[in-house]
Structure formats: C-alpha cells, structure tokens
C-alpha cells in the first residue's frame, strides 16, 4: 500500500492545505490517531476526516485535506489521506472521496473496500447475490453476462470467444484487477494455423441444446462448428477443414480400456482451439467450466485409431492434471471417443465396450450427430492462486484422419471462492 499518513501535534485547517490528524473529542467522536472503532459512518467524522472499513466492519476516522495542498513545512509534513507525506517539504494531497483510489490501483475511504483485504478490492470479483461490493464499482453484485455484444456466429475476434465463455472483463499484466490479457485462436499445439470456420459463437446447438450462461457459447470442432442450417455449415461426416498439426505435449493418451496403442501418432487433423491467458480475482481460489463433447466417430470407430480428443489444458496446472488436461471421463482418462461419459446416445454396445446412454437421444436433435453421440453437459472444476496468472487452451482435433468430426460447446466459466484439492470432470446437476 503506498498511502502514508504522518501525524503532526497542532493543526491548522487552513483552505488548500493538508490538514494535520486532531485528537480532540468532537462529541463523543473519537478521532484520535489509532482509534479502532470510533465511527460508524462519513457523518460520525468532522472536518477532513473520513470513515473507514475495515473489511466488512467500520473501523476509524482517517484524516486529509478535501480541497488538496502543499504539506506541512519545517521538516514535518502534515498528515494527508491520498498522496500525504510524512517527510518535510511539499506533496500533493487528493480528496479521499468515494472510490478514490490509490497508487496502487487499490480503493479506499468508500465505505465498502480497504486495501489489505483479499476479498473486497479492484482486484476481487464480483460475486452474485451476496450483496457485497467485492471488485469496488460502487455497486454490488454488478456482474452479469456480457456476451450480447456478440452478433456474428462467426465473429473471428478471439476476445468474442472469451466473452462467450462468459469472460468479460480485460487486464493487462502490469494491473492488479482481474480479466483476460490475451485470447487467440490456434491449433491443438498452440501455434497459429486452424480454419476459422471451426469456431463459432452459437446462440443454440441443435433442437435442445442452450447456453449454460448468457446468450452465446463456444464451439469448437474439427469440421465445421455449425449447426445443419447455418450457412457455414458441412455435414459431420466428412469436412476436411485443411489445417494439420502435432498434439499438445504429452498426447495422446490411450484409454486403458481399450486394446489399441495411438501414443506415438502426434498428428492432429483440423484441429481447433481458443487459448485465453488472464488473471485469477484476488477472492477465487477455482474455477469451473461447462462443456458438452459430441463425435461422429461413435459408434463405429471406439477402441481404434480413429480417437479424437477435447482437452482443457491448464497453466500452470494441478497436480493431478495429464499433461496440463483438466478435462476428464468417468475413468479419469481424458475425454475422447473412446471415453466412458459418452451418455446421449441410444444404447447399445461399440467396441467391445457398453454405453447405457442414460440421457437418450434428444441433446443430439438437429445437431448433425443425430446417429451418433455426446457427453452431455459436463463440469470441471480446477484449483487456481488469487490473484495468479494462468493460461487455459481448450483444444479439439481429429486424430488418424480428417473426416468423421468432433464438436465441443463450451461456455459459463465462473470463480469460487471455494478450495478445490485438485482437478475433477462430473456431470452437471
């Protein structure tokens, strides 16, 4: 915190001038330096003295010249609210007025935020429902969607696709607040390349399938990320996009119930992939993720080469993470056909392996992988450091091949502040 307040004997509260700390008793109004509890709002201080909280409960006046000045002379300086100096000589001195903030980039003399507290800052979240003024606006619970600005399913902005995840808010590296510093569309490895019709910003998937949060989501595929009536749009079983690549480090990773070795093929096929770096609010400790995997490769290719993947790689990552992926299925292993959440389907045996398909075919419905099958909407939830840097890669590809695609939706990432041990990919409830 770079706010200094020094404290001088006598005081003189002369108009353009710091005003020094009074230890006079204005009523029953404690103002003395170090007072804890002696107000319980901006009306219980006199003159230049402000109320402040400490966290969520009041604490003590703060003293500073309203109107701004030079400090104090002689070797002493007078005592100052923002921007006051407690050495000799001259120091701008600025109102510590509502939302003020300091140099910091920190908030304070609002009533609502203090710089020392983790939870309520311009670094904090804005958390829903709770009516606590977390990131300092102004307004609490002022969080909300911000993907209406989107107007384009194929909108090639990469920051539209953080957006539609419901990512809104931009940062840089050097700010403390949280948000997005960067996004782009790459391939599976995290280079440049992928077709940019194998993203696309949908209002809805198929008959059945809406956005988990606001009014856009994520898809991402190894053909076209369409639905059939899009314009766009190329059917599922054979649109060979032109972009190949390597697999993210670490990929594949075979499905230990399956007898069949892929390790060694690196190659991608049309692979597509949205990475965003941001950082992490200074009150979440995790974050989750929804998303909905569906492959045309089902039910005739599971347990062959023909394996292709969705990973939601983490940086830095959990340790429970495989190679960076947080994404799992019901066996731990990483999502792909040859996985065990693949639940909206009809029900039948593949591979040698049974899918029960408890969701039933209706979240295929107009999708284009309406003889095929899906995971239904899943969540990953994933540790994260307050105030942290991370980069997340959300990457799909065709593997063995480029036909017979795959599509992921993706959408509604949100913070906790609720501890995760570790890494974990469940059903949404």
């Known amino acids: 915190m770079s706010r200094a307040l020094g404290w001088l004997g006598l005081g003189f509260a002369l108009a353009g001038v710091a005003v020094a700390c009074s230890s006079s008793d204005d009523g029953g109004k404690v103002c003395d330096p170090g007072a804890t509890a002696a107000c319980k709002g901006a009306g219980d201080c006199d003159g230049t003295w402000t109320c402040v909280k400490n966290g969520l409960a009041w604490g003590q006046c703060e003293c500073g010249s309203n109107t701004g000045g030079a400090a104090g002379s002689g070797g002493a300086g007078a005592a100052g609210g923002f921007g006051g100096s407690s050495t000799g000589g001259t120091g701008a001195v600025a109102p510590c007025t509502p939302n003020g903030k300091d140099s910091d980039g920190d908030c304070f003399g609002d009533g609502d935020c ?19 003024d977390e990131d300092c606006s102004g307004t609490a619970d002022d969080y909300a969607a911000c993907d209406e600005s989107i107007t384009s399913l194929g909108d090639l902005d990469p920051l539209s696709g953080a957006r539609a995840l419901g990512l809104c808010q931009l940062t840089t590296k050097e700010e403390k607040k949280w948000g997005v510093i960067q996004a782009k569309w790459v391939m599976a490895d995290g280079k440049t390349g992928m077709n940019e019709k194998s993203h696309g910003l949908l209002p809805s998937f198929g008959t059945n399938v809406l956005p988990r949060e606001g009014k856009r989501l994520l898809a991402l595929s190894s053909g076209t990320a369409r639905e059939p009536g899009d314009a766009d749009y190329k059917p599922v079983s054979g649109s060979d996009m032109g972009t190949d690549g390597l697999a993210p480090t670490g990929f594949p990773i075979d499905s230990p119930s399956c007898k069949v070795v892929t390790e060694k093929d690196k190659a991608t096929h049309d692979p597509a992939a949205l990475e965003v770096s941001l950082r992490v609010p200074s009150n979440a400790k995790s974050f989750r993720i929804d998303f909905n995997y569906y492959t045309y490769e089902f039910p005739t290719y599971v347990c062959t080469k023909y394996n ?20 799992f299925d019901g066996e731990g292993n990483p999502v792909s056909v040859n996985n065990a959440y693949l639940r909206a389907c009809k029900p039948q045996t593949a591979g040698n392996k049974l899918f029960d398909c408890p969701l039933g075919v209706g979240l295929l419905d107009q999708t284009g992988f309406d003889n095929s099958a899906a995971t239904g909407w899943l969540v990953t939830q994933s540790p994260v450091t307050p105030r942290g840097l991370i980069t997340l890669r959300f990457a799909i590809w065709d593997m063995g091949d480029s036909v017979l695609d795959s599509t992921v939706l993706i959408d509604a990432l949100a913070f906790s502040p609720d501890e995760v041990p570790q890494a974990v990919t469940s059903p949404v409830q």
């Open 114 to 132: 203090k710089d020392d507290d983790a939870g309520v800052n311009p670094g904090a979240i804005d958390y829903p429902g709770n009516g606590v």
């Open 308 to 327: 292709d993947f969705f990973v939601a790689l983490q940086f830095p990552a959990p340790k429970n993470a495989q190679s960076g992926n947080i994404a």
